[in-house]
């Protein structure tokens, strides 16, 4: 339940939200004026921060509130009027959220970049307007809000203590000189003009203690504002009503208009605690009234069925045994109350603590049965340390044999088996479910002791020495072709990081290039054949332009072209035949003109999908030739078209 109205968040004024509306307005169409559909959503987010009453922030629903809560901003700020105000924000939210979705949608369609403008300050205009119509509500829910903030925080479920009775009777004086409120205190009536709280420990336990403002005796229509949030606290907080009185009647109101409007209010105290709380008593004290009026107090007492407490906040006399008294009447009050509350089963109100007892059912024994002790027990001898002949313990044992860490217990003995023999025997290990002891050969040891025999012999003989020389030779030689793999792998590794660093001069083809000679090297030192190798470089070494040139023009027609043309022309010739194509890749695979026309036809059907994607559609920017052409044509400086 919500006590605390410090939370809400200020609500902006009409100007506020257009001056942030056309901030935002400004900052998107400096970007791009495509961009101007978040305007609308930014506007939007931000009345519906203000209007959100299921927020945290947000302004209360009346409906959700404590009753006590309720009538209280009742009473304050007439609850019709702030539920108009509310409704006016909502409304103005839908209308709003309208605009923009409308709006969006128009957006989406535009032609041009000016249209997308016109568009946008259409929006905003018309959200302009809206806002500038809530100027009075926001107007009101501010101050509503700025009131709200500096009411007290008061906790309705809480143990509570409220002070009530004539004004200047003394209930501030009280209230300050039990807690730590800073309340208030002068000598004329309606000091206090709203609810104060104060907080004070006892027992270990949290206690709130309300001054009300003073009421006067007359009917609940002609009450003012002041008067009505009393009227609130005491009808509607579960507390120990505390009414004072002043007998010396020093506070302008006699000891039977105070009598009267305790009787007046007696209705909204009913199941309540109560108690008469006479004040001043170091001027004036009850034993000395006059005989009728002390008739007519004790009366209306003993009528009431309350309890009086005299005190004195000028001297603190009776102060503090007041509070505790009250306090400990509170505390076994609210006890009684959750005991007795609920219905038992015909549906009556009855007591709680009747209905859970007569759910439980106690059994109690109806033939008493005296303990049994065996005889050898009472004969048991009673153990004596020094005693010889006493029975022998486990730690007995144990300090005879040596002590801890010497002699372990022979935990064993004390397990209960079918046959007593079994106690020392080993415990079986088990192995997916089978003893593996049923899997072992009797004869084991016997044949490892023989194995054992015969590979020391055979080691003796020398059996074992010729392939021990030979696996040494062996690992050898495979340890060297390892170094010798470990080191090209670091070589090809460190070229393969030296041609990553951008850093560095760029090297020639020909640099670059590794020639025959060093391949043989590498391969004879590996241990490879390299004349197969040598034989088919050679073959092959013939160029790419000259044998393409003979394979065309023939042998003869290739020699005399050679003699004829010049040493530029001949290179020239040669990267233009390296720049051709091998073969023609649209007449590979083609058998004959048939196949070639079927293959053109199934290429244009595979085209067809993806040229009818590329059509233009009705989202697509266009400029169409009505258009102005100064709109899209040359560049122009900010500003240049804020005519329009």
């Known amino acids: 339940m919500k006590t605390t109205w410090k939370d809400i968040a200020p609500v902006p004024t009409s100007t506020e ?23 609308v959503d ?14 945290k922030e947000g302004f209360p629903r009346l409906n959700d509130l404590h009753p006590f809560h309720k009538d209280l901003m009742n009473t304050l700020y007439d609850a019709d009027h702030f539920r108009i105000a509310l409704g006016q924000l909502a409304t ?27 568009l946008k300050r259409a929006a905003l205009g018309r959200m302009a307007t809206l806002t500038r119509r809530l100027k009075d509500p926001l107007l009101y829910l ?44 002068m000598p004329y009536a309606f000091t206090t003009k709203s609810l104060f709280v104060g907080h004070f420990d006892y027992q270990y336990l949290r206690f709130q203690a309300i001054d009300t403002p003073g009421v006067l005796d007359h009917p609940l229509e002609e009450m003012n504002t002041i008067e009505m949030q009393s009227i609130t606290a005491i009808a509607h907080l579960r507390s120990a009503i505390l009414y004072f009185m002043d007998l010396s009647e020093q506070c302008g109101y006699s000891v039977k208009s105070q009598m009267q409007l305790f009787r007046s209010l007696k209705p909204l105290f009913a ?12 001027i004036l004290k009850r034993d000395q009234l006059d005989e009728a009026t002390a008739a007519e107090l004790d009366e209306l007492v003993s009528s009431a069925g ?51 007892m007569a759910r439980i059912h106690v059994a109690q024994p109806t033939e008493v049965r005296e303990s049994f002790i065996p005889a050898a027990a009472l004969a048991k001898k009673k153990y004596d340390k020094d005693d010889p002949n006493r029975p022998m313990l486990a730690r007995d044992v144990e300090e005879a044999n040596g002590g801890a860490g010497v002699f372990n217990v022979d935990l064993q003995a004390d397990y209960l088996l079918a046959n007593p023999e079994w ?104 241990g490879v054949d390299t004349e197969e190798l040598q034989l088919r470089g050679r073959s092959q070494t013939t160029s790419r332009g000259r044998s393409m040139t003979r394979s065309r023009l023939g042998t003869e027609d290739s020699n005399a072209m050679d003699i004829d043309q ?53 989202a697509d920017r266009h400029t169409t030739a009505s258009l102005a052409k100064h709109l899209f044509s040359g560049k122009r400086s900010i500003g240049k078209a804020s005519h329009r």
Do not use: W
């Not at 839908?94 to 041009?112: C, F, M, P």
């Not at 605690?273 to 170091?282: A, P, S």
């Not at 990267?575 to 053109?600: I, L």
């Open 17 to 39: 939200f257009l001056d942030v509306s056309a901030l935002y307005s400004n900052l998107y169409y400096r970007g791009s004026c495509l961009l101007t559909v978040p305007i």
């Open 306 to 356: 309350v309890e009086i407490l005299e005190l004195s906040c000028n001297t603190t006399e009776g102060v503090q045994e007041a509070k505790n008294l009250v306090a400990d009447r509170l505390l076994a009050h609210r006890v009684s109350e959750k005991v007795n509350a609920g219905t038992n089963s015909s549906g009556v109100i009855g007591s709680r603590l009747a209905d859970v």
């Open 566 to 618: 010049t040493p530029r022309e001949r290179l020239r010739s040669k990267s233009r035949a390296r720049s051709q194509p091998a073969t023609n890749r649209r007449e590979d695979g083609v058998v004959d003109s048939t196949t070639r026309t079927k293959a053109e036809k199934q290429a244009k059907l595979a085209q067809r999908k993806m040229n009818r994607n590329a059509r233009q559609g009705e």
């Open 271 to 282: 199941n309540k605690l109560l108690f008469i709380v006479i004040n001043k008593i170091d």
């Open 92 to 118: 103005a939210k839908s209308l709003i959220e309208s605009i923009a979705r409308d709006y969006v949608r128009l957006l989406k369609y535009a032609q041009s970049l000016y249209q997308c403008k016109q």
């Open 423 to 526: 106690k020392h025997d080993r415990i079986p290990e088990l192995l997916d479910g089978k003893n593996i002891y049923d899997y072992v050969d009797p004869d084991i040891e016997a044949k490892l002791q023989a194995l054992e025999e015969e590979e020391e012999k055979l080691e003796a003989e020398g059996y074992y020495d010729s392939d021990e020389e030979i696996d040494d030779i062996e690992a050898a030689e495979v340890r060297r072709k390892a170094d010798q793999i470990r080191t090209k792998q670091a070589l090809i590794r460190n070229e393969s990081r030296m041609r990553r660093i951008k850093n560095r001069a760029a090297l020639p083809r020909s640099v670059i290039k590794k020639p025959l000679s060093q391949l043989e090297d590498s391969l004879d030192q590996l």
């Open 142 to 185: 501010d101050q509503v809000r700025q009131h709200l903030g500096r009411l007290p925080s008061i906790d309705p479920t809480a143990r509570t203590l409220l002070i009530c009775g004539f004004p200047n009777t003394g209930k501030s004086s009280f209230l300050k000189s039990i807690s730590r409120a800073d309340v208030e205190v």
């Open 42 to 55: 930014r506007v939007v987010e931000d009345t519906a921060s203000t209007t959100n009453s299921d927020s």
